[in-house]
């Protein structure tokens, strides 16, 4: 019977738990590879975004004054409205026949809080949806000023968007607008994300 506590025994003991202990290392370094590359994704992910901050780019040359352009994208679709001189004219006055007319309700970024709600005061680039039930809105002809009107509530708009008093239901407020610029004769659109 060999003794337990023996030269070799006591070296053999030594050489496997030093074994096991880099086992362990090799084991915990396969568990955390995950954990690491997911700090190393969000960074990736982030410049992507970043990189792809735009999600559609369209010349202005293609949008007509007084007519509605659509533009799809994965969030579903955005108009651009290219604006007459009276739409311009209408809009330049800060009417009170508007249920918000500074936009302070609306959505929309903030640098584009003004009488235009857009980057360029000849394009208003909008989500054409109302918020109350996502009724799709329609152009007018019926007028200069209540440009906009949708089925569901019939809630009326001019060309900025901006919901007028007494239409539509109580809780409506003006069309949301997506991050937008106007460069170089491109619009570039950003990624829109609603009020929840």
Same mark, same amino acid.
């Given at each position: 019977?060999s003794? &337990?506590?023996?030269?070799?025994?006591?070296?053999?003991?030594?050489?496997?738990? =030093?074994?096991?202990? @880099? +086992? /362990? +290392? &090799?084991?915990?370094?396969?568990?955390?590879?995950?954990?690491?590359?997911?700090?190393?994704?969000?960074?990736?992910?982030?410049?992507?975004?970043?990189?792809?901050?735009?999600?559609?780019?369209?010349?202005?040359?293609?949008?007509?004054?007084?007519?509605?352009?659509?533009?799809?994208?994965? /969030? =579903?679709?955005?108009?651009?409205?290219?604006?007459?001189?009276?739409?311009? @004219?209408?809009?330049?006055?800060?009417?009170?026949? @508007?249920?918000?007319a @500074?936009?302070?309700?609306?959505?929309?970024?903030?640098?584009?809080?003004?009488?235009?709600?857009?980057?360029?005061?000849?394009?208003?680039?909008?989500?054409?949806?109302?918020?109350?039930?996502?009724?799709?809105?329609r152009?007018?002809?019926?007028?200069?000023?209540?440009?906009?009107?949708?089925?569901?509530?019939?809630?009326?708009?001019?060309?900025?968007?901006?919901?007028?008093?007494?239409?539509?239901?109580q809780?409506? &407020?003006?069309?949301?607008?997506?991050?937008?610029?106007?460069?170089?004769?491109?619009?570039?659109?950003?990624?829109?994300?609603?009020?929840?």
């Amino acid at each position: 019977m060999s003794n &337990i506590s023996s030269p070799a025994s006591l070296k053999r003991r030594h050489v496997l738990s =030093g074994l096991m202990k @880099l +086992l /362990g +290392l &090799i084991g915990l370094a396969f568990l955390s590879v995950p954990f690491i590359s997911s700090f190393s994704s969000n960074e990736i992910d982030e410049k992507q975004r970043a990189s792809s901050a735009w999600v559609i780019d369209h010349p202005v040359a293609d949008f007509t004054p007084g007519k509605v352009t659509v533009l799809n994208w994965s /969030g =579903g679709v955005v108009w651009v409205y290219a604006r007459t001189k009276n739409n311009i @004219l209408w809009l330049n006055k800060n009417d009170v026949e @508007l249920r918000d007319a @500074l936009s302070k309700q609306s959505d929309q970024p903030e640098q584009m809080r003004n009488n235009f709600r857009s980057a360029s005061e000849k394009y208003f680039v909008f989500i054409p949806r109302e918020n109350k039930k996502g009724c799709q809105v329609r152009l007018s002809d019926a007028s200069e000023k209540e440009l906009f009107t949708e089925p569901c509530f019939s809630a009326k708009y001019d060309a900025a968007g901006r919901i007028f008093k007494n239409s539509g239901h109580q809780d409506q &407020i003006n069309l949301s607008i997506p991050e937008h610029v106007v460069e170089d004769g491109i619009l570039k659109v950003g990624i829109w994300m609603p009020k929840i």
